[in-house]
């Protein structure tokens, strides 16, 4: 297990480098775009393109250009976003906990009833739960998230935000966990509820799909045979290899979301967390900001393919290597 290990997290590295050039080469070598242009934003003076082009060093070879990026980067930590004259690095470590927090919360909510759910809807089968949970799943899937918290925001922040029931809704935003804790949770609340429901419904079905098709397994009739209690089958054999589906498609979702998948969220609710930096940044086309966000994204989806796979191998051994 801990070869497999140090070979995946070799992988990861090689990964992320590859990552890191593709990025470069589609933002500053395609042909017919000036990327000191592209950097300074909107309607650029002749001197500010002189200074870009001399800081990135576009007039010199193409490995000392990438090296001189990633450095501004990873290192010195000095990209500077020209539209805003910010440091991109530092906003994007200031935006990342509202989004670390408002995914966290959702993945916490959908993992576990989206668990129950379909654990409920196999062990139920045959009877009028089973596909009355199922189109309750299926309504959260075709539900948009965006449309689904426009309608959170006007329930609980116009129409009936003065009732019993919602009073305690403060205004949009993000309030952070060390500032006040009851605020961090109120404000995040809704927020939860919106992003979890989509995948609430998505993975419970899928889980469902692989309760009912194990069960059949010969493993599965052994198990019985042995007069293990069905509990037991249940929790011991069936929902483990059940969830190696499950865990799978989460480590994607979770990275997508970290990396800025929860844009639609966080614009919506006005979050100011790395998918609203996002969408600032594509709205100004501000180009530091636009590539960080996009490196720092690939970071959280390859990192979360490599801790899926970890898990993979602790949930069936057959994946490790001999």
Known sequence: MLTFIVRRSLWTVLVMFAITVLVFVIFFKIPGIDPARQIAGRNPSPQI????????GLD????????????????SRDLMSYSTSTKVIPEIAAAAPATLSLVFGAALIWVVVAIAMGVAAAVLRGTILDPLLMIIALIGISMPVFWLGEVVNLVTQSRLHHSFLFSWVPPLGYTSFT???VGWFKGLFFPWITLSILYIGFYARVLRANL?????????RTARAK???ERRVLLRHVLRTSMITFVSLFGLDFGVLVGGGALLTEVVFAIHGVGFLTYQSLTNLDLPVIMATVVYGAFFIVLANTLVDIAYAGLDPRVRPA
Do not use: C, W
């Open 49 to 56: 393109l002189t200074a870009i082009r001399h800081e990135f």
């Open 60 to 75: 010199r070879p193409f490995p000392v250009q990438y090296a001189l990026m990633m450095k501004k980067m990873f290192i």
């Open 179 to 181: 500032q006040s804790p």
């Open 212 to 220: 009912l098709e194990i069960q059949n397994e010969d493993y599965v």
């Open 227 to 229: 007069g293990l209690t």
